[in-house]
């Protein structure tokens, strides 16, 4: 079974960066659609970005131009670079797959993914 351990959280100043790194093991992550996801104190867990097994990407539009996701399946591992970073984007980031979807597939959509990790945590604040 697919296990996923997020990395890279701590606490940024706002307009700073960082990159999470979402690290599989026990299956090899290239048959993975993954996704990035978020949940805030207080707050519904939302959907931040995912990657298809084939590249394409989609992105929140509270992210669209400040963050990057990408997928390195020779190390099975998938980032998440966030740039420009906002205290409203404080939260607890968690990485998800789905086993083998379309090639082109990607979702932000919570449910549709089987596999999670146990999080980290990004704090953004001066």
């Known amino acids: 079974q697919l296990q996923l351990v997020e990395s890279g959280g701590g606490l940024v100043q706002p307009g700073g960066s960082l990159r999470l790194s979402c690290a599989a093991s026990?299956?090899?992550?290239?048959?993975?659609?993954i996704g990035w996801f978020r949940q805030a104190p207080g707050k519904e867990r939302e959907g931040v970005s995912a990657?298809?097994?084939?590249?394409?990407?989609v992105y929140a539009d509270s992210v669209k131009g400040r963050f990057t996701i990408s997928r390195d399946n020779a190390k099975n591992t998938v980032y998440l670079q966030m740039n420009s970073l906002k205290p409203e984007d404080t939260a607890v980031y968690y990485c998800?797959?789905?086993?083998?979807?379309?090639?082109?597939?990607?979702?932000?959509?919570?449910?549709?993914?089987?596999?999670w990790g146990q999080g980290t945590q990004v704090a953004v604040s001066s």
């Open positions: 026990g299956f090899t992550l290239a048959y993975y659609a």
């Open positions: 990657i298809s097994i084939s590249g394409s990407t």
């Open positions: 998800a797959g789905r086993f083998s979807p379309p090639a082109s597939w990607r979702s932000l959509v919570d449910t549709d993914f089987g596999s």
